[in-house]
């Protein structure tokens, strides 16, 4: 496998279920992000990764919680969840989380919540 | 003033046409303008970038034109194929010496008609 891989592809879920998002980089990155990706609407920036650590949370609700347990792997855990946070969720990856370094993206989890 | 406004919302050209996609920004703090591609069912990637220091720079068919006094820069397609019909998003970042957070625009949905 090479780049950024996600995984489940698509997700439907209760709104009182417990899921979780699996993303890994093939890449060597230091940093890893999160984005939700809504239509009609600009990316956004959910949390920020570097070296396993985070560096931004994006005043994103407690009921998304990331996990970064090493600088390949990021999960985003999530618990009673609203239908308004069904959207594509987008992991991606960068050499490191300072100055502008490209950030590959993986293809996402379309997720729904019913 | 972290917003980066992008137009049109949709684009419709003729194959061998140009499209131009706009942006703007009010952070005079930004030094970092990427511009990424999605394709249906793929994460966004990097299709070309520019830096204030320069007032255009061409990859190919693609090029980036800045205007910093204006706080605006432009993608144009030129000779624009149906294969690059996909949905292109501006973004900008302080890339230097900080977080590379990046703000993207909304995002522009081109469709290259044969």
């Known amino acids: 496998e090479t780049g950024v891989t996600q995984t489940p592809r698509h997700l439907v879920m209760g709104m009182t279920n417990k899921k979780s998002l699996k993303c890994e980089q093939h890449?060597?990155?230091?940093?890893m992000y999160w984005y939700k990706q809504s239509a009609k609407k600009p990316l956004e920036l959910m949390f920020v990764y570097s070296l396993e650590e985070r560096v931004e949370n994006n005043s994103v609700p407690s009921r998304f919680s990331p996990e970064c347990p090493n600088s390949s792997h990021l999960f985003l855990h999530l618990h009673t969840l609203q239908p308004e946070d069904s959207a594509l969720y987008l992991c991606a990856s960068s050499q490191d989380d300072r100055g502008a370094f490209e950030q590959y993206f993986g293809p996402g989890t379309r997720l729904t919540v019913t | 003033q972290q917003q980066v406004k992008q137009s049109p919302q949709s684009l419709i050209v003729q194959k061998g046409g140009i499209s131009i996609i706009n942006c703007a920004y009010e952070?005079?703090?930004?030094?970092?303008f990427p511009w990424y591609q999605q394709f249906p069912g793929k994460g966004p990637a990097l299709l070309i970038a520019i830096r204030p220091d320069v007032s255009e720079k061409k990859e190919g068919r693609f090029t980036i034109s800045f205007n910093k006094s204006a706080k605006q820069f432009s993608l144009h397609i030129m000779d624009s194929q149906p294969g690059d019909s996909a949905t292109y998003f501006c973004a900008a970042s302080k890339g230097s010496g900080n977080t590379g957070k990046l703000i993207f625009g909304q995002g522009t949905t081109l469709q290259v008609k044969p």
């Open positions: 890449l060597g990155h230091n940093a």
């Open positions: 952070n005079t703090a930004f030094d970092y």
